[in-house]
């Protein structure tokens, strides 16, 4: 499984990646030691040539700027996860950029009102943050709700992507 620490303006983040696509993505890290130690144990260093390696580095340092990049074409390997979170995390990856939602809403457009805690925990081992964007969701009444990385970073990240310009108009 490949693996590469990459350097961003807000630390170091870690990814590992199958054939299949991306498994593993760290919120940034003060140190690259940091970011390696949460990788999944049996990786090796990717060939700082890999195209997906060059690829996601591009879009990490451009979103951590502050540019208006897009993830959802990103491959993603969740073989891992079980169907539930995999749903979660599907229906996650969908939230637009500068928007949120309740843990809640995520639950009924499951098909499963009652399970806004499961999709918290869902949300608590997301394996591809930022991809999977964990930060847009919140509590039903309005709070930040929990976060890996820190409610600080999770409120600079959403205010990071609502300062930043729609991606339609990034491209016109």
Same mark, same amino acid.
């Given at each position: 499984?490949?693996?590469?620490?990459? @350097?961003?303006?807000?630390?170091?983040?870690?990814?590992?990646?199958?054939?299949?696509?991306?498994?593993?993505?760290?919120?940034?890290?003060?140190?690259?030691?940091?970011?390696?130690?949460?990788? @999944?144990?049996?990786?090796?260093?990717?060939?700082?040539?890999?195209?997906?390696?060059?690829?996601?580095?591009?879009?990490?340092?451009?979103?951590?700027?502050?540019?208006?990049?897009?993830?959802?074409?990103?491959?993603?390997?969740?073989?891992?996860?079980?169907?539930?979170?995999?749903?979660?995390?599907?229906?996650?990856?969908?939230?637009?950029?500068?928007?949120?939602? @309740?843990?809640?809403?995520?639950?009924?457009?499951?098909?499963?009102?009652?399970?806004?805690?499961?999709?918290?925990?869902?949300?608590? *081992? *997301?394996?591809?943050?930022?991809?999977? @964007?964990?930060?847009?969701?919140?509590?039903?009444?309005?709070?930040?709700?929990?976060?890996?990385?820190?409610?600080?970073?999770?409120?600079?990240?959403?205010?990071?992507?609502?300062?930043?310009?729609?991606?339609?108009?990034?491209?016109?």
């Amino acid at each position: 499984m490949p693996s590469a620490v990459i @350097p961003i303006i807000a630390g170091h983040i870690g990814a590992a990646w199958t054939d299949a696509g991306i498994c593993t993505l760290t919120l940034p890290q003060a140190t690259p030691q940091q970011a390696l130690a949460l990788l @999944p144990p049996r990786h090796a260093r990717a060939s700082p040539a890999d195209p997906l390696l060059l690829d996601l580095t591009q879009r990490l340092q451009r979103y951590f700027s502050g540019d208006p990049v897009g993830f959802d074409d990103l491959p993603l390997d969740l073989s891992g996860v079980s169907p539930f979170r995999r749903a979660v995390l599907e229906t996650v990856r969908r939230i637009p950029r500068g928007h949120v939602r @309740p843990y809640r809403d995520i639950a009924i457009a499951l098909g499963k009102p009652g399970a806004a805690r499961a999709v918290g925990g869902a949300m608590a *081992n *997301n394996p591809v943050c930022i991809i999977v @964007p964990c930060h847009r969701v919140i509590a039903s009444d309005g709070r930040l709700g929990g976060f890996g990385g820190g409610l600080d970073m999770k409120q600079r990240l959403l205010d990071r992507e609502r300062r930043a310009p729609a991606l339609a108009q990034a491209s016109a």
